[in-house]
């Protein structure tokens, strides 16, 4: 079948005809660099990092871009308050992004532009809206005139008696303007803030217009798909498509693609309801490739549940599947399997992927589709007679692309498994708080416990494992000595 997507400005799925085969363009609403990113901006961009895999993997030649806005509001409160530079700030969060983003695994774009680089493209952008009569000047602002353009509200399917001003805190009502929608191309400068000159006098770009200027300068005035979470389809998107298309007089983007939430534990996350996790805060206690797998298990259109419980399931599900293909192969090595097989692009495993696939990217369905193939390759492994393993052998050769396509289960297997040990240790002496007991403490009683069974009595062995049961806390016996891990009771149910 032919690769379908869902189009967000007509609203139905529609068959990817690039404008310029085999070139596809991609622009993605990047991070507002003054804080940590959190996991909401994980989803997105693993989302389209996936998108962007599958377009190269599907033959395509895709140019990549993903901007980072850094000059804005937030960013000059923060530094302010930090009492540095909006660059050093802007710098500081920018490099956590890229460790952020290594650590899950989304390849850089081809291109990020940052806002303060490309002042000159958005005057002269700001100067053709200008001339064309779609913006007017307000005391040093100029303002973009939603009435001059009709069309205004088609992307977020808004009539404007349904629009409320102050959809984002980013739009403010002005009683300047002609419409309480306009929105604000250039702010004129204030004292203490960044600001550059213009025919308008010295200011800075407002938010809307910084993304149309930087995706045309580096994809043209015509590009292929633009991204970003559906928080931006009203107003920046909207705003977006109004101002560029006003310039230009030509579309703007072919299609627009919007994923989903996060909620955690199934409220919308918000600093407020103190739900709100930096990505650092959740690979600290995850690995980061058990959150990659678990963000796409859901449909990157659809909201996404963000709980312990599902991490932990992700953990285990990401767990079995590296210990079962270091089982295959050894397995392939023990039984001496001729080294490598190629991938087959005809077989069942590689053609139920790209059928997933190009159903909008269906990488949640991709995955589904695996639990039989690994399930059959866990069967196999366990033939003593080794008559299985070439079949074993190929399995493992048409999965190959598939996990690079997705950059899951990519890993060598006994360095995944390490570092997931590692990341479950941390999880379990993060529990421990909850359960007001130490790891020295538990230790402590299992040695006292050693001691008991040595001097034989039986009594004070079983109290003292009682009572780590009690606290949450199971032991685990086996020649080697006694382990611990958190009880099964006390982990949040699934």
Not at 362 to 381: I, Q
Request: proline share 5%.
């Amino acid at each position: 079948m032919a690769l379908v997507l869902y189009n967000s400005l007509t609203r139905q799925k529609e068959t990817f005809e690039p404008i310029d085969p085999p070139r596809v363009r991609v622009y993605v609403c990047g991070v507002t660099v003054y804080d940590f990113s959190h996991i909401g901006h994980a989803r997105a961009y693993i989302a389209f990092d996936v998108i962007v895999r599958y377009l190269r993997f599907s033959g395509f030649d895709v140019t990549y871009v993903r901007n980072f806005t850094d000059v804005d509001d937030k960013i000059i409160r923060r530094a302010n308050e930090q009492g540095i530079s909006c660059r050093e700030l802007s710098e500081r969060f920018i490099a956590a992004y890229h460790e952020d983003m290594q650590a899950l695994k989304v390849l850089r774009a081809d291109v990020e532009p940052r806002v303060t680089d490309h002042i000159e493209p958005i005057v002269t952008l700001i100067d053709k809206i200008l001339e064309r009569g779609h913006a007017y000047r307000v005391d040093g602002d100029v303002q973009f005139s939603i009435d001059s353009f009709p069309p205004y509200g088609g992307l977020a399917k808004r009539e404007m008696s349904q629009m409320q001003a102050g959809a984002s805190e980013r739009v403010e009502v002005d009683e300047r303007l002609r419409n309480p929608f306009d929105f604000v191309l250039w702010k004129s400068g204030k004292p203490g803030e960044p600001q550059w000159q213009s025919p308008w006098g010295p200011g800075r770009p407002g938010w809307h217009i910084e993304c149309s200027a930087m995706s045309m300068c580096h994809l043209g005035e015509t590009f292929d798909i633009h991204g970003g979470g559906k928080d931006l389809i009203f107003p920046h998107h909207e705003n977006e498509l109004a101002q560029s298309t006003a310039a230009t007089g030509e579309p703007y983007v072919k299609y627009w693609l919007h994923n989903g939430f996060v909620n955690i534990d199934n409220e919308k996350m918000s600093k407020s309801l103190g739900n709100f996790f930096t990505i650092r805060d959740v690979i600290e206690l995850f690995h980061p490739e058990v959150v990659r797998y678990f963000l796409m298990t859901t449909h990157y259109r659809k909201p996404i549940n963000y709980s312990d419980a599902n991490l932990l399931a992700a953990t285990r599900r990401v767990d079995w599947v590296y210990e079962l293909l270091l089982r295959a192969r050894r397995y392939v090595t023990k039984h001496r399997a001729d080294q490598p097989s190629e991938a087959n692009p005809d077989s069942s495993v590689l053609r139920e992927f790209r059928e997933a696939m190009d159903d909008d990217f269906n990488a949640a369905k991709a995955l589904g589709n695996l639990a039989p193939v690994f399930d059959r390759l866990s069967a196999l492994v366990e033939d003593k007679s080794g008559k299985p393993k070439d079949e074993v052998r190929q399995l493992l050769a048409d999965l190959r692309p598939i996990f690079e396509t997705l950059a899951i289960f990519d890993r060598e297997p006994d360095a995944f498994l390490a570092e997931s040990a590692e990341t479950r240790r941390r999880w379990s002496l993060h529990k421990l708080g909850e359960l007001g007991i130490t790891a020295s403490e538990i230790e402590d009683m299992i040695a006292q416990r050693a001691a008991a069974r040595k001097e034989r009595n039986w009594a004070r062995a079983d109290a003292i494992r009682d009572e780590l049961a009690e606290r949450g806390i199971e032991m685990m016996d086996s020649p080697g000595g006694t382990t611990w891990r958190v009880a099964s009771t006390h982990l949040p149910a699934e």
